[in-house]
């Protein structure tokens, strides 16, 4: 795997991180020509020996770096505050999952269905087979139906923990007492990683989670061996 592609994203699976992903490019744009403008006008100032000590203030000069800089935090903050919602939204889901971080390992529980839940340990190093990955390999992983949408409600036993799947734009912080919940909406069949993003104890990187995207007819005939 080369340097450039570990500081990328991961490829997006999901309408919610594609969205992240356009809103970052966006941004970073933005963001670029700020800098080099600014670079530029430094540059211009420190070299240039055009100067007016009689000069003491230019009201057009101050309105246009305060009136700019204002609608380009507004540009920033709109399609900030439509992604937010968006990533909040919960309607109508399909099938609930409910995750629960314990120190240190997941554990899940189909709502929708009785007698569904398991736990999830991460594979040990002498186990893991030629074609998986080590430290995200997990013992169960979930199965979840694509093109549907999925409700994940998240919480913890005993410490903070945090339930995150960086391809699919999910990142939910698991609480002791409390429930967060989230939303996925997967567009095409594969496994993606994740593990969790909080601090929680000398293990919380060995807490990975592992999510298998199957058809309707694959994830129908799951249910049905488990």
């Known amino acids: ?7 990328n994203f991961q490829d997006p699976n999901s309408p919610l991180m594609e969205q992240l992903m356009l809103f970052h490019d966006n941004t970073m744009i933005i963001l670029i020509m700020i800098t080099t403008t600014i670079a530029w006008i430094m540059f211009k100032m420190l ?13 057009m000069i101050e309105i246009i770096w305060t009136i700019i800089p204002a609608m380009i935090l507004i540009l920033i903050a709109l399609p900030s505050l439509r992604i937010l919602y968006m990533m909040d939204e ?25 007698n569904i839940e398991f736990e999830s340990y991460m594979k040990p190093t002498s186990e893991i087979e030629m074609n998986e990955f080590r430290l995200l390999e997990t013992d169960n992983r979930i199965v979840i139906p694509m093109n549907n949408q999925v409700r994940i409600i998240v919480t913890a036993t005993d410490v903070l923990h945090s339930w995150t799947i ?29 593990q969790c993003s909080e601090i929680c104890g000398a293990n ?7 999510i298998e995207s199957v058809n309707t007819k694959q994830f129908i005939s799951w249910l049905k061996n488990k």
């Open 1 to 7: 795997m080369s340097k450039w592609s570990q500081i």
């Open 47 to 59: 070299f240039n020996k055009m100067i007016n000590r009689f000069m003491m203030e230019n009201q």
């Open 90 to 114: 919960t309607k109508n889901p399909t099938l609930t999952i409910k995750a629960i971080g314990h120190q240190w390992y997941w554990s899940y529980e189909y709502s929708d269905f009785k």
């Open 166 to 194: 960086p391809s699919l734009g999910i990142k939910i912080d698991a609480i002791p007492g409390r429930l967060n919940q989230g939303s996925m909406y997967i567009n095409r069949p594969g496994v993606m990683y994740g």
């Open 204 to 210: 919380h990187s060995f807490m990975p989670i592992m």
